[in-house]
Nanobody, 115 residues
Framework: QVQLVESGGGLVQPGGSLRLSCAAS????????MTWYRQAPGKERELVAA???????FYVDSVKGRFTISRDNAKSTVYLQMSNLKPEDTAVYLC?????????WGRGTQVTVSS
C-alpha cells in the first residue's frame, strides 16, 4: 500500500533553515508528481510546493525564493529545503501524491518558527 512518511520538522528561530523529507513506498515513485502542503492552526490546508516527474516545480508566492522542492527517485524521497524561515511558516507540513485515482497523505511533520 502507498505510504508517505515525513520527517525533519522541529523548532527553529526566525531566519533559520530546515530540510523536510518525505519517504514514499508502495508505488513507482518516479512515475508520479509529489506535493508539499501545510496547515496552520485555524487555517485551511495550503499547497506550498510541487514537483513533477520531469522536475518541473511550482511554489506558492509566499515561499518563492526561500523554499526549494526536490526529489531523489533512487531513494523514493521528496525534499523541501526551507530557508529564511518566518513565524508565519509555522504549520504541520504534509506530503501528498495522487496515484491512479486515489490521493494519499502522510501524517505530517510540525515546523515551528519562533524566537
Amino acid at each position: 500500500q502507498v505510504q508517505l512518511v515525513e520527517s525533519g520538522g522541529g523548532l527553529v528561530q526566525p531566519g533559520g533553515s530546515l530540510r523536510l523529507s518525505c519517504a514514499a513506498s508502495g508505488f513507482t515513485f518516479s512515475d508520479y508528481g509529489m506535493t508539499w502542503y501545510r496547515q496552520a492552526p485555524g487555517k485551511e490546508r495550503e499547497l506550498v510546493a510541487a514537483i513533477s516527474t520531469t522536475d518541473t516545480t511550482f511554489y506558492v508566492d509566499s515561499v518563492k525564493g526561500r523554499f526549494t522542492i526536490s526529489r531523489d527517485n533512487a531513494k523514493s524521497t521528496v525534499y523541501l529545503q526551507m530557508s529564511n524561515l518566518k513565524p508565519e511558516d509555522t504549520a504541520v507540513y504534509l506530503c501528498n501524491t495522487r496515484v491512479m485515482f486515489s490521493v494519499y497523505w502522510g501524517r505530517g511533520t510540525q515546523v515551528t518558527v519562533s524566537s
